[in-house]
């Protein structure tokens, strides 16, 4: 590729397009967050001015449910002392940056997130339109690779500081690009292999990669006079090799604690997590998660090697936790295992930072189950995240679906939440287990447009237990934390009502398919159904009032305005909540 193209989608028309669009986010957002305060001026007329009270923007806006403002992005003026400007999406974050509690040290790279933000929007408008219809049809990966906005709530959600441009078309998951991954072998005094129930490292490994790419791998070896039998086959990500390990870890390779065997012969497709593949060569195989130091919203994402060890043993305990419970397995929900783990420890690193340190998660990997195995006839999957989707025509792909479907919307909204929210319901009443279940970590079952059942994914890192009294084994006791009682219900709030519902509603209400006050009263009858069907804990019901008149605002920007380098302290998920005001409860009293 030349110099000039692979910057040609970043012309004029293009910039400009994708800064009115970020621009609309942001004062959504913001305004949603309570970072900044539109003024009515007429029905439904807004302005909202700079910290210099001189610069002022002017929109159209419905308010929604949740406090949504939903904003026509073609409606959006910029002016200054009579004149009108421009829009200009870094200008913005300057002139609103004491309100955002933009810091010195956070302003410029959050201005350098904004801008990778809005060059991948510029790539996405080069693309080739696709209906929500049309994306409705096709396959899981189309569907996958389909995405156009990335994090509903985030505004800088497409940051992946780190990737150059060439990288960022290799890699991105909207460039649908095929990529090999590298394979390290890696010395067993300094690395550890994991396996769920079942799970032998040989026969995985020989599974995964097949007989004759093992074989050539272990010749690379063999050729340097080393035992094969000493090493771990670790993958890796191109861009990890190249920016980190060939440099970061050059006294490993070096001293052949660490060996580049090359390339694996199947190909795999970047998901929206970006860091985890998908085997395209090969779909029956398992998804692979790497590490992969760029900072992307909020946190540098790499992968601990400490980490790893646990998460096969956490999987299992929570499938058969599923398999066993008769009220999530009647929903038919399942979860994608993370069946096995691969941790390098780099011992100098290790002895010079703390465990949160990025420096410490630089090379690991695990594997992850694929949903293709699991298709019945005439079903399709498609990422969560497609809900909240819309096409360049304003057509949402959950509305798409619901057409597809034949049923009528409310219908289709309840087989939808009867597959997702009520398995989180029970989840969180029965064993004060929450989930991060959010759209990219849900895969959702449909046929001819029906929600059939929900996978989750990415458990080890995500889940947590919030009682003391849910029984758990030794190996998997890190997932429990400690969490205020007033703030457990955020889990579903926050996470569920506020981070995703909000969107969907607000998109299928502004197309006409089915009414806010209709979306959120099936919302309600569905937990209704879920709770006069598990009367034995109705004293957690109570306690845990799903139904009660509002819910604290838990703001998800302003965590990465505050530290975009280290968003939230993993270990203390609770303690990073940027908490302001309160919501209306939009299934209180119904």
Known sequence: MSLTAAVSHLSPEHWERAERLLVRKALAEFAHERLITPRSEDPGAYVVRGDDRLTHYRFTATVRALDHWEIDPDSISRHREGGQLPLSALDFFLEFRKQLGLSDEVLPVYLEEISST????????????????????RGFQDVETGMTEGHPCFVANNGRLGFGIHEYLSYAPETASPVRLVWLAAHRSRAAFTGGAGIAYEPFVRAELGDATVERFHRVLTDQGLDPADYLLVPVHPWQWWNKLTVTFAAELARRHLVCLGESDDTYLAQQSIRTFFNSSHPERHYVKTALSVLNMGFMRGLSAAYMEATPAINDWLAQLIETDPVLKATGLTILRERAAVGYRHLEYEAATDRSSPYRKMLAALWRESPVTRLQEGETLATMASLAHVDHEGASFAGALIERSGLAPTEWLRGYLRAYLTPLLHSFYAYGLVFM???????LVL?????????FKDIAEEIAVMEADTALPPEVERIRVEVPAEQRLLSLFTDVFDCFFRFVAAHLAAEGTLAEEDFWRTVAEVAHEYQDANPQLADRFRTY????????????????????RQMVDLTDPSGALQLVGTLRNPIAGR
């Open 118 to 137: 809005l060059s991948s929007t510029c790539y996405k408008l080069t693309k080739p339109p696709v209906t929500s219809a049309e994306l409705a049809r």
């Open 447 to 455: 046929k001819d447009g029906v929600v059939q059942r929900a996978i």
């Open 545 to 564: 009032d799903l139904f009660a008149p509002e819910f604290a605002l838990s703001c998800l920007n302003r965590l990465q305005l505050r530290d975009n």
């Open 437 to 443: 279940p959010h759209g990219e970590n849900v895969i």
